[in-house]
């Protein structure tokens, strides 16, 4: 799977609250066959919040065997896994979509207040540390 943390000029970063859970997450979801991994990236930013973006950077390649994700459509389960990005907002509106109730640019002075699931915190933590090598974990 992939994340993106987009961030705008004022430093703010565009998040989503998600319609399965109701939690704000960052956009992202899975790679279409015959995609890479970085159009992946563009795509499900698009598709979850309006708003194109292009990719500049890497913050991070997440895995944790402890985490397990059950997707409610259909009973699945898979180990997490996330390429997490880095992009910036090149145009569009925010538009909610079928998996997001909410698209919103969120100053990270207030993210303490929104029910952000622990990876999700950690992968926007490492971003907003300008790390200058991706975290590999």
């Known amino acids: 799977a992939v994340n993106v943390i987009v961030a705008d000029d004022s430093g703010r970063i565009l998040m989503i609250r998600r319609t399965d859970n109701d ?51 259909n009973g699945e389960v898979r180990q997490e896994f996330a390429i997490v990005f880095s992009a910036r907002p090149i145009g569009g509106e925010p538009s909610p979509s079928s998996e997001s109730s909410a698209v919103l640019w969120v100053d990270p002075r207030t993210l303490p207040e929104l029910d ?22």
């Open 23 to 73: 939690r704000h997450a960052l956009p992202g979801g899975g790679m279409d066959l015959g995609e890479s991994i970085k159009d992946a990236a563009v795509r499900e930013t698009l598709e979850e919040t309006g708003i194109r973006v292009e990719v500049v950077g890497l913050v991070g390649i997440y895995t944790d065997p402890g985490h397990l994700i059950e997707y409610t459509s």
């Open 116 to 137: 952000i699931h622990p990876t999700q915190r950690q992968r926007i933590a490492h971003f907003l540390e300008r790390r200058l090598t991706p975290y590999l974990g």
